[in-house]
């Protein structure tokens, strides 16, 4: 079983949603990456992503881009990210690891090798929302080799797909998502779903777009589970994430910022804690 599943297994069973993190990646030996990543899993992160930079930034909101600046610049390679995904699965066996990126690095690199360089560094999944899955029928190939590997693509739903009008090509995406989806799903809690969004769903609207999207899962006996992403940076909206009924949620440009205006490390674990305080269910 994949570790992602594992996990949410073990959280249901607990009565915890998971926080979900982000690590930008530093210059090898990696280590202000290491340093982040180990306060985050002692304060409570359940699932990680090392960002992998891309070389088309504005696809990204503000925070990872200047995150994703600084290491590109001073010639960091794509390569570099697998070795500290790498030294990541050494440190924690346990822990599921994802890799964060745009489809630009999966064709520079080349497919064949991405795979390769994933399966090396025992990585459970893949959050590359600009690969087009269901646009062109996954006519890359990308989205069946992870599965044939037992890695998850963790696939992006808005909130105009997650409530479409049932017969409208929107729908007709969504059920298709619903039926293939595994590990788990991003519900936007924003529109255009870009990080670092201060424009964010109602609880109401965002509830709405969980359980319509949960009940298309349980039609189709899919066990896959539901994340909410962007917008989310406090205890606040923790809360509304376990009021929509989700099972976990990201949170990543939120403390990357506090890190970029000088906070301690110290620091980011007392907010990272504040907000895993509000991911245990009654």
Same mark, same amino acid.
């Given at each position: 079983?994949?570790?992602?599943?594992?996990?949410?297994?073990?959280?249901?069973?607990?009565?915890?949603?998971?926080?979900?993190?982000?690590?930008?990646?530093?210059?090898?030996?990696?280590?202000?990456?290491?340093?982040?990543?180990?306060?985050?899993?002692?304060?409570?992160?359940?699932?990680?992503?090392?960002?992998?930079?891309? *070389?088309?930034?504005?696809?990204?909101?503000?925070?990872?881009?200047?995150?994703?600046?600084?290491?590109?610049?001073?010639?960091?390679?794509?390569?570099?990210? *697998?070795?500290?995904?790498?030294?990541?699965?050494?440190?924690?066996?346990?822990?599921?690891?994802?890799?964060?990126?745009?489809?630009?690095?999966?064709?520079?690199?080349?497919?064949?090798?991405?795979?390769?360089?994933?399966?090396?560094?025992?990585?459970?999944?893949?959050?590359?929302?600009?690969?087009?899955? &269901?646009?062109?029928?996954?006519?890359?190939?990308?989205?069946?080799?992870?599965?044939?590997?037992?890695?998850? @693509?963790?696939?992006?739903?808005? &909130?105009?797909?997650?409530?479409?009008?049932?017969?409208?090509?929107?729908?007709?995406?969504?059920?298709?998502?619903?039926?293939?989806?595994?590990?788990?799903?991003?519900?936007?809690?924003?529109?255009?779903?870009?990080?670092?969004?201060?424009?964010?769903?109602?609880?109401?609207?965002?509830?709405?777009?969980?359980?319509? !999207?949960?009940?298309?899962?349980?039609?189709?006996?899919?066990?896959?589970?539901?994340?909410?992403? @962007?917008?989310?940076?406090?205890?606040?909206? !923790?809360?509304? !994430?376990?009021?929509?009924?989700?099972?976990?949620?990201?949170?990543?440009?939120?403390?990357?910022?506090?890190?970029?205006?000088?906070?301690?490390?110290?620091?980011?674990?007392? &907010?990272?804690?504040?907000?895993?305080?509000?991911? &245990?269910?009654?």
């Amino acid at each position: 079983m994949n570790r992602i599943d594992k996990t949410f297994k073990n959280l249901k069973k607990s009565k915890e949603i998971a926080f979900i993190g982000l690590v930008p990646a530093s210059l090898p030996p990696f280590t202000s990456s290491i340093e982040l990543a180990d306060t985050m899993i002692e304060s409570g992160t359940n699932i990680l992503m090392v960002h992998l930079p891309n *070389f088309i930034p504005w696809m990204e909101g503000p925070v990872l881009q200047k995150a994703a600046k600084k290491p590109r610049l001073n010639g960091i390679k794509r390569e570099h990210v *697998f070795e500290l995904a790498s030294v990541l699965r050494k440190k924690y066996p346990y822990l599921p690891l994802l890799i964060m990126t745009l489809y630009d690095s999966v064709f520079t690199i080349g497919q064949d090798k991405f795979m390769e360089l994933s399966l090396k560094a025992d990585v459970d999944g893949f959050d590359i929302p600009n690969y087009p899955i &269901y646009h062109n029928n996954d006519e890359l190939g990308f989205y069946e080799k992870a599965k044939e590997n037992n890695l998850h @693509c963790i696939i992006p739903v808005s &909130y105009e797909v997650a409530t479409s009008k049932e017969g409208s090509r929107e729908y007709d995406m969504l059920l298709k998502i619903v039926k293939n989806a595994g590990g788990f799903l991003f519900v936007m809690n924003a529109p255009g779903g870009k990080s670092g969004s201060k424009d964010t769903l109602s609880t109401e609207d965002l509830k709405g777009a969980v359980d319509r !999207v949960k009940t298309l899962l349980e039609k189709e006996n899919n066990t896959c589970t539901i994340s909410v992403v @962007c917008g989310i940076s406090s205890p606040k909206d !923790v809360k509304k !994430v376990v009021a929509a009924g989700a099972h976990s949620f990201m949170i990543g440009s939120a403390y990357v910022k506090k890190l970029q205006m000088g906070e301690s490390l110290e620091s980011i674990g007392k &907010y990272i804690k504040s907000i895993k305080k509000e991911t &245990y269910l009654s």
